[in-house]
């Protein structure tokens, strides 16, 4: 195929590619439907939910400090690591720590802390234990504690 038919199909191909891109400015009316092209994202009801603000709910305002008094100038060079260290003092934990267990030895000795033994067994007429030592009594005082001047 050499010569006049050759043209003929070129100048055909070049009129149809022509007459494509010619007409595809005029495809306003042309309308996908369906959930295929909704998958997609082509379809009309696809690009008018894209074209949609999204609502989302009021946001609230800032809240300030009820007394802002209290809260240093920015720029100031205070800090309130003085009062942060205070809060993680390994010291005043083991103080505490200390106090507490003090307290619940002195609960377990007088019977506080052994209710279920006296529920469940009415007529033991045992001593008061406590897990963290020996309970403190008039004898065990005078005889146990002669020589330890921890306590005053």
Same mark, same amino acid.
């Given at each position: 195929?050499?010569? !006049?038919?050759? !043209?003929?199909?070129?100048?055909?191909?070049?009129?149809?590619?022509?007459?494509?891109?010619?007409?595809?400015?005029?495809?306003?009316?042309?309308?996908?439907?369906?959930?295929?092209?909704?998958?997609?994202?082509?379809?009309?009801?696809?690009?008018?939910?894209?074209?949609?603000?999204?609502?989302?709910?009021? !946001?609230?305002?800032?809240?300030?400090?009820?007394?802002?008094? !209290?809260?240093?100038?920015?720029?100031?060079?205070?800090?309130?690591?003085?009062?942060?260290?205070?809060?993680?003092?390994?010291?005043?934990?083991?103080?505490?720590?200390?106090?507490?267990?003090?307290?619940?030895?002195?609960?377990?000795?007088?019977?506080?802390?052994?209710?279920?033994?006296?529920?469940?067994?009415?007529?033991?007429?045992?001593?008061?234990?406590?897990?963290?030592?020996?309970?403190?009594?008039?004898?065990?005082?005078?005889?146990?504690?002669?020589?330890?001047?921890?306590?005053?």
């Amino acid at each position: 195929m050499t010569g !006049r038919p050759m !043209r003929i199909v070129h100048l055909a191909t070049t009129a149809a590619l022509a007459g494509t891109l010619f007409l595809g400015g005029c495809s306003d009316g042309l309308e996908v439907n369906g959930k295929v092209f909704d998958w997609l994202g082509v379809s009309t009801s696809a690009v008018e939910q894209a074209k949609r603000e999204p609502q989302v709910a009021a !946001r609230t305002p800032l809240v300030l400090p009820p007394n802002s008094a !209290r809260l240093p100038e920015p720029g100031s060079g205070q800090d309130g690591s003085a009062s942060l260290a205070s809060l993680a003092d390994p010291e005043a934990k083991k103080a505490a720590a200390a106090k507490e267990r003090e307290r619940l030895h002195l609960a377990y000795c007088r019977g506080e802390m052994q209710w279920k033994d006296r529920v469940y067994k009415p007529g033991d007429t045992g001593a008061n234990r406590s897990p963290y030592g020996p309970c403190p009594s008039l004898v065990g005082d005078m005889t146990g504690n002669l020589n330890n001047t921890d306590k005053q």
